[in-house]
């Protein structure tokens, strides 16, 4: 909690200094602007201070003091009047109650979690109470809850700071350095996207994969496998599959029913027909709404299974990186060849295969959207679709196959290795390196310009930049 503290006074200081303003008023102004220090300052600088403070509920003027002269003064919440000046307080908007009053209410919004910005009692008045006013007149226990939340604040309302979501909770907020969304790496390890706060799912955007996650959890999977290949029985309701044969049908109860419409029928029947049943019009209507339930069925289960089997290579490749570096470490330690005194090639090689087969693995999800139906439709002709989508597998195969390369490479026990073999293997792995890298880039601006850059949908699809150096390291605070 020091560390947030510390980077919150930090921001409350030059905001303080930049307008002289109390240390209170910095607070409501950067709480107002969800603490973007920038947007804070161009609203000063274009409309002035009055706008500023009128905006985030801040009086304008110094209202004067309460008078100490006045023997007698009057609550106008609790209409009590007969009640001494020191039992009364005002606040900066120039509207007085009654010390108990005021207990009573920052009482209630504390402890109803409205810390942040506690109105004024008065009617129809917007103004934000004085924090070192509210902390004075509240117990101790709850003058510490009232800090505590003023320095969450400083996490809950900023956008460039978030709590790390892994689980279980490491306890960091931590601060992204770019402003560009984007993924992030917390000091516990944890990676994922600084936007939605999911797992890091670049190429994806968060839509396509809230979308994806919510698809492979849905039981509604299921539900089509059981629609496509099964029918109800029409008498005990069970469901039936078939595998050959001609289209009647016969439950384990003894009932008879047509395979393509589901009604129930006699015995009496040729290859082609049933005795006295036709389906009619229904049964081509039924003939194409399983005929695509059946295709879009077998397009889902393509990419999932791309995708799952990239993803368990990709936990298999994050153990391998754990095996790289104890290797490199033995080889640094019992090596004379001073070439090989650092292994750096090594661990940054498997470094990037884990990253670049993650890559790989999420963009099977973005494929399915991308040239699916259910989000861009309307955005490209079936012939444009076929075009880029033809051009983008190419990509994924390129990325694939080199991906494996780097994967063989790496598999190896170089620990025993003499150095004519590790000099072999340094060589191969910085070129293949090379190579992978250069096909990420090109794959995400394929995505970036010729893909998601020519959309009209009014989405926002935009997804985390390529780094050649990985995810960004994030600026912690430790709570």
């Known amino acids: 909690m020091e560390s947030l503290v510390a980077a919150q006074k930090e921001v409350l200081v030059r905001v303080m200094e930049s307008l002289s303003v109390k240390e209170s008023q910095a607070r409501t102004l950067l709480i107002h602007y969800q603490w973007n220090v920038d947007n804070l300052f161009a609203v000063y600088i274009e409309r002035g201070k009055d706008s500023l403070f009128k905006s985030a509920g801040l009086s304008v003027f110094d209202h004067p003091s309460l008078s100490k002269s006045r023997k007698k003064m009057a609550c106008d919440i609790c209409m009590e009047d007969d009640l001494p000046s020191q039992a009364m307080t005002g606040m900066e908007c120039g509207h007085s109650f009654c010390n108990d009053c005021w207990k009573e209410h920052f009482t209630i919004k504390i402890n109803e979690g409205q810390s942040k910005r506690i109105a004024c009692m008065a009617h129809k008045c917007n103004a934000i109470c004085d924090v070192d006013v509210v902390r004075t007149l509240v117990c101790a226990e709850l003058a510490e809850k009232f800090d505590r939340f003023l320095v969450e604040s400083y996490v809950d309302d900023n ?40 797992e890091s799912h670049s190429p994806c955007s968060c839509l396509m994969w809230k979308l994806w996650t919510k698809k492979c959890e849905d039981e509604s999977e299921s539900v089509t496998w059981l629609t496509i290949h099964t029918r109800m029985c029409p008498k005990c309701s069970k469901p039936v599959h078939k595998t050959v044969g001609c289209n009647l049908v016969t439950c384990i109860c003894g009932q008879y029913f047509c395979w393509l419409c589901g009604g129930a029928t006699g015995s009496a029947h040729t290859w082609t027909s049933i005795s006295g049943h036709d389906c009619g019009r229904y049964k081509e209507d039924k003939v194409r709404q399983t ?19 990239h993803t368990d290579s990709s936990k298999q490749e994050d153990e391998l990186r754990k095996i790289v570096r104890e290797k490199a470490a033995l080889v640094t330690l019992k090596t004379k060849d001073s070439a090989f005194k650092t292994m750096d090639w090594a661990i940054n090689g498997a470094d990037l295969l884990f990253r670049s087969r993650k890559i790989l693995s999420k963009s099977y999800p973005f494929a399915f959207y991308m040239f699916g139906e259910e989000l861009f439709k309307y955005e490209m002709s079936d012939e444009d679709r076929e075009i880029k989508k033809n051009l983008f597998e190419n990509q994924q195969q390129q990325l ?30 910085r070129d293949i390196g090379l190579v992978v890298n250069k096909v990420c880039k090109l794959m995400y601006e394929c995505i970036e310009n010729d893909l998601l850059g020519t959309t009209q949908d009014g989405i926002n699809h935009s997804i985390s930049p390529y780094r050649s150096e990985g995810i960004e390291k994030a600026v912690e605070f430790l709570c």
């Open 400 to 429: 694939t196959g080199n991906i494996e390369t780097l994967s063989k490479i790496l598999n190896v026990s170089f620990d025993e290795y003499s150095s004519d073999e590790l000099k072999k293997m340094r060589g191969e792995t």
């Open 291 to 309: 005929e695509r339930a059946k295709r879009d069925s077998d397009r889902y289960a393509h990419y999932l299974h791309q995708y799952k089997s």
């Open 159 to 198: 956008k460039l700071v978030k709590w790390c979501p892994s689980t279980p909770h490491c306890g960091n907020a931590i601060r992204k350095v770019r402003d560009d969304g984007g993924e992030v790496e917390c000091s516990c390890g944890h990676q994922f996207c600084f936007n939605c706060l999911g």
